[in-house]
């Protein structure tokens, strides 16, 4: 498998791995011992020269402020209130995270996906996957066009880096596919299509004087891998250590951030760890950040629980040395062992857009809100 510096199980700073690595047989040993150490210590990573087309990357980067410079109709137009999916635009302010106001005006999309179940079908949380909402052409010309060949990029980059973390831990070959398939299905790269993954484009005005600093609270992402293009130089994102403290993970040229979800987590043992993260709001007087995550998703009905991977001694041993992991500020989402991986999602949608809930899932929404709207949405 290669062979890797002894790890240290708390990190300073955020590890950078070259993508370029992989190019050749005599240096890609060392990214794959380089993917291993991040894995199990930072569960973060900066991916330098991702092979995701530079031009792309900037014109997204580009559209991203236009986007929410539309007139306040174009965006009414889009709210995520319209969509069973949870998809499309959500206002400033309308989220809570560990009890505090996250400060960011965002709006969801995903790659394209043609729904098969509809409003009354006995698993609801396949509805969670369907059209999203886009912007007219003639109000955000080429914003559809040029965003959709990007996230067709990153998931293609998606797939690749799950293979990569199957080799870095020690795993068969292919042996993570069958998080990407339906239990009922056959396994196989040919039932990729069926899936849908999301993204959002985030704005982090500058905080008012006086004003916290919570752009979004402390939190684990949800699925397998995330994919983050930070879209302007603004500091702000941090992630959380072994020991408690908050590590700075500014942007850096050519880069995306990646980092593991508590799906990931839970499907390997614990042995790759999702890591809590906030960001903090840009200081008074700045200019908005932006940024452009995009979320991998697996197979809707695949119970993580369900899946036994087999690893070897040495990998186990990684875990064992680094111990139980520290306290953080975030929470878990203990439901993958027990649910299937779409109704975790859409249980984290309804209570993170409870409007959304009360207009495509009455009764799920009487279930987690039974004093009727709350002021915010809470996921956390």
């Given at each position: 498998m290669g062979s890797a510096p002894a790890p240290s199980f708390d990190f300073s700073s955020i590890p950078i791995l070259d993508y370029t690595l992989l190019a050749s047989p005599a240096t890609r040993p060392a990214f794959i011992a380089q993917l291993r150490t991040a894995l199990t210590t930072a569960g973060f990573l900066y991916l330098l020269h991702p092979p995701v087309a530079p031009d792309l990357r900037a014109n997204v980067c580009e559209l991203a402020p236009r986007l929410f410079e539309l007139p306040p109709e174009a965006k009414e137009r889009m709210r995520m209130r319209n969509s069973e999916s949870f998809l499309g635009y959500s206002r400033l302010g309308a989220e809570l995270t560990?009890?505090?106001?996250?400060?960011?005006?965002?709006?969801?999309?995903?790659?394209?996906?043609?729904?098969?179940?509809?409003?009354?079908?006995?698993?609801?949380?396949?509805?969670?996957?369907?059209?999203?909402?886009?912007?007219?052409?003639?109000?955000?010309?080429?914003?559809?066009?040029?965003?959709?060949?990007?996230?067709?990029?990153?998931?293609?980059?998606?797939?690749?880096?799950?293979?990569?973390?199957?080799?870095?831990?020690?795993?068969?070959?292919?042996?993570?596919?069958?998080?990407?398939?339906?239990?009922?299905?056959?396994?196989?790269?040919?039932?990729?299509?069926?899936?849908?993954?999301?993204?959002?484009?985030?704005?982090?005005?500058?905080?008012?004087?006086?004003?916290?600093?919570?752009?979004?609270?402390?939190?684990?992402?949800?699925?397998?891998?995330?994919?983050?293009?930070?879209?302007?130089?603004?500091?702000?994102?941090?992630?959380?250590?072994?020991?408690?403290?908050?590590?700075d993970a500014p942007p850096l040229p050519d880069t995306f951030v990646v980092n593991i979800g508590k799906a990931l987590e839970t499907v390997t043992q614990g042995i790759a760890r999702a890591t809590s993260h906030r960001v903090l709001s840009p200081p008074v007087g700045s200019t908005p950040r932006y940024s452009i995550p995009f979320f991998q998703s697996i197979a809707q009905d695949v119970r993580i629980g369900d899946i036994k991977l087999e690893f070897p001694e040495e990998i186990l041993k990684l875990k064992e040395q680094r111990g139980a992991l520290g306290v953080t500020e975030s929470v878990n989402y203990a439901e993958y062992n027990e649910l299937p991986s779409g109704l975790v999602n859409l249980i984290g949608r309804i209570k993170s857009h409870p409007d959304v809930a009360e207009r495509h899932y009455p009764e799920l929404f009487k279930k987690f809100f039974p004093n009727g709207m709350p002021l915010y949405g809470s996921a956390y």
């Open positions: 560990r009890g505090a106001i996250d400060m960011r005006e965002q709006c969801d999309f995903a790659t394209p996906f043609e729904a098969q179940i509809r409003k009354g079908e006995e698993k609801e949380y396949l509805r969670l996957w369907g059209p999203a909402q886009w912007p007219a052409e003639d109000e955000l010309p080429g914003f559809r066009t040029t965003f959709e060949a990007y996230l067709t990029q990153v998931e293609v980059l998606s797939f690749e880096f799950i293979a990569l973390i199957g080799e870095a831990l020690g795993l068969r070959s292919g042996a993570l596919d069958q998080c990407f398939v339906d239990p009922d299905t056959d396994t196989g790269a040919s039932a990729r299509p069926r899936l849908q993954h999301r993204a959002k484009i985030v704005k982090y005005p500058a905080r008012a004087p006086g004003a916290g600093d919570q752009g979004v609270g402390p939190h684990f992402d949800g699925g397998f891998l995330t994919f983050l293009l930070q879209a302007s130089p603004h500091p702000g994102l941090q992630v959380q250590n072994l020991a408690g403290a908050w590590i």
